[in-house]
């Protein structure tokens, strides 16, 4: 029996492509729903006839922005991965928003073919940033959103964005206050990245120095009324969001659509698995064991010290970094400290 398998589902559609994207996506205003569906439909048929019914806990339609899908395609692929697989009568469903592609009676419809979480990029908390990174919408457009949402049955996430060229501390505890005001039980916060191939990129701005952006990070987790549970993710304790919290945790699943990767487990056999053909090569168990510690690392929690996990730590070099990395629970974590270098401590731990 394999074990259980989470679902991330790729939307490609946008209105428009965001100055900073440089993810799988692009703007179409009349996308082909049909044809985009019974592509996903067939992707479904696929994977249960590889892996059988496994049992789903979480399916995430991420993008793109997958809240311009049609309802009625939506129903389509919920019925279809009820149909080949065994999705828990309490799964965890998310749906990728933005603000001005949502009202009330399309949260509704939703809401009532599955969907139980909501998480909507709004990205800023200011006109002149929302206009800086191409968004769509403004600031009333994205409260009136999240408004909309946290009246709905659903749970309620936002996304943001913060480390624009010329953002300052005081800036970034601002957007936190604002953040707080909404009452939100989670949200992201990402640093910007600036991609070379993306309109920002090719502008070549000037960004905030290590030590500012190590300030600003500061400034989210003191200022923030939400605890941290991941390196940009904040929740109440009931509220983290369960899909990811898997993949962190090292549970497989399939990347269904285009452009969408996956991690499947087979028969004892990890899989690298990108779309339906793109890719499905085997992962050897070192690989595998490395991701789980890089993915692992970046949460409150860590990573399991599984026998493949020990193997690939250099645990001598842990032990000379008591103020940055512990273990406990049999799990490594890094400490408040240790979160600000993560990426220089999982190069020096694994080997």
């Given at each position: 029996m394999n074990p259980e398998h989470n679902i991330y589902i790729h939307v490609p559609f946008c209105m428009s492509?965001?100055?900073?994207c440089a993810f799988f996506s692009r703007a179409c205003a009349n996308p082909d729903w049909d044809t985009y569906t019974n592509s996903i439909l067939d992707e479904i048929d696929l994977w249960a006839q590889k892996i059988g019914p496994v049992h789903v806990p979480t399916v995430f339609f991420g993008g793109g922005t997958p809240s311009l899908m049609p309802v009625t395609h939506f129903e389509?692929?919920?019925n279809k991965i009820?149909?080949?697989f065994d999705l828990a009568t309490d799964a965890e469903i998310t749906l990728e928003s933005n603000p001005g592609t949502i009202d009330k009676n399309k949260i509704h419809d939703f809401i009532s073919v599955g969907v139980n979480r909501i998480s909507i990029g709004v990205q800023s908390l200011s006109d002149e940033k929302l206009r800086y990174l191409g968004r769509q919408h403004n600031v009333a457009d994205a409260i009136n959103a999240i408004d909309l949402a946290q009246k709905s049955r659903a749970r309620v996430s936002a996304d943001f964005i913060y480390g624009l060229p010329g953002e300052t501390v005081d800036d970034v505890i601002k957007t936190c206050q604002q953040i707080n005001s909404l009452g939100l039980q989670h949200c992201s916060l990402y640093e910007l990245t600036i991609e070379p191939t993306t309109p920002i990129g090719r502008e070549n701005p000037?960004?905030?120095t290590n030590d500012e952006m190590a300030d600003m990070y500061n400034a989210i987790n003191t200022t923030l009324a939400l605890p941290r549970y991941e390196v940009s993710n904040y929740a109440t304790t009931d509220e983290h969001c369960l899909h990811n919290e898997?993949?962190?945790?090292?549970?497989p699943y399939i990347g269904i659509g285009r452009g969408a990767a996956g991690r499947i487990f087979h028969n004892g056999v990890w899989y690298e698995q990108m779309g339906a053909n793109e890719k499905f090569d085997i992962l050897d168990t070192q690989s595998r064991a490395i991701e789980q510690v890089i993915m692992g690392m970046r949460t409150i929690r860590g990573t399991r010290l599984t026998d493949d996990v020990k193997r690939v730590i250099n645990m001598d070099t842990v032990q000379n970094m008591p103020d940055l990395v512990q273990i406990k629970n049999n799990r490594i974590s890094v400490t408040d400290a240790g979160m600000l270098v993560l990426d220089d401590i999982l190069v020096k731990i694994v080997g």
């Open positions: 492509k965001c100055r900073y389509k692929i919920i009820k149909q080949q000037q960004m905030p898997n993949i962190w945790d090292g549970a």
